[in-house]
């Protein structure tokens, strides 16, 4: 019997070791914040939704050139290509919570154009549009009351033989809270 009630106090001890005592035991607190934004919006000007490139010649492309259209309207013709008609960079208005910070971003790189109808044998029959900008300094801003408008530009790459005719496609712009 003193071997069971020694063997029973020793193990008692041993499992008192891991349990601290109320006395050493420590508590804190920390502050829990949330804020809600306002909807953020997103919306092209209707009278001016188009990144028009204007009409383009092959001037005696070997190679692939480029045609670009800044945040400004501005376009710059490439090596061995004639540009002419109306240039356009369209119009974004952002809303959302005025003060706030917010990034425009393009989720797609390159933006392949299709030739409207049947590409002639031979030619080819899509370009693509990259490198887009904006008229906002580092593509941010911090919001205003009420629409806060910035326009985009962006360069379209033509490849020796391009089908002559109109070609379209559709760029993705995006606008977060930062």
Do not use: W
Not at 31 to 41: G, K, N, P, R, Y
Not at 161 to 174: I, N, R, S
């Amino acid at each position: 019997m003193k071997s069971i009630l020694r063997t029973a106090t020793v193990g008692l001890a041993l499992a008192s070791l891991g349990v601290a005592s109320a006395a050493s035991a420590a508590t804190d607190t920390a502050d829990v914040t949330a804020e809600i934004l306002s909807t953020l919006t997103l919306t092209a000007d209707a009278a001016d939704d188009t990144l028009d490139f204007g009409q383009i010649a092959d001037a005696g492309l070997v190679g692939t050139s480029t045609v670009t259209v800044d945040p400004d309207g501005v376009r710059s013709c490439g090596a061995n290509l004639t540009c002419s008609g109306t240039v356009d960079a369209p119009t974004f208005n952002i809303a959302g919570l005025t003060g706030a910070h917010v990034a425009v971003s393009f989720p797609s790189a390159n933006v392949a154009l299709t030739y409207a109808g049947a590409v002639p044998t031979g030619m080819s029959g899509s370009m693509n549009v990259s490198t887009f900008t904006t008229s906002l300094a580092s593509n941010q801003t911090v919001l205003a009351a009420g629409l806060n408008p910035f326009t985009i530009g962006g360069t379209l790459t033509v490849n020796p033989l391009q089908a002559p005719g109109v070609y379209t496609g559709a760029v993705t712009v995006e606008v977060l809270y930062n």
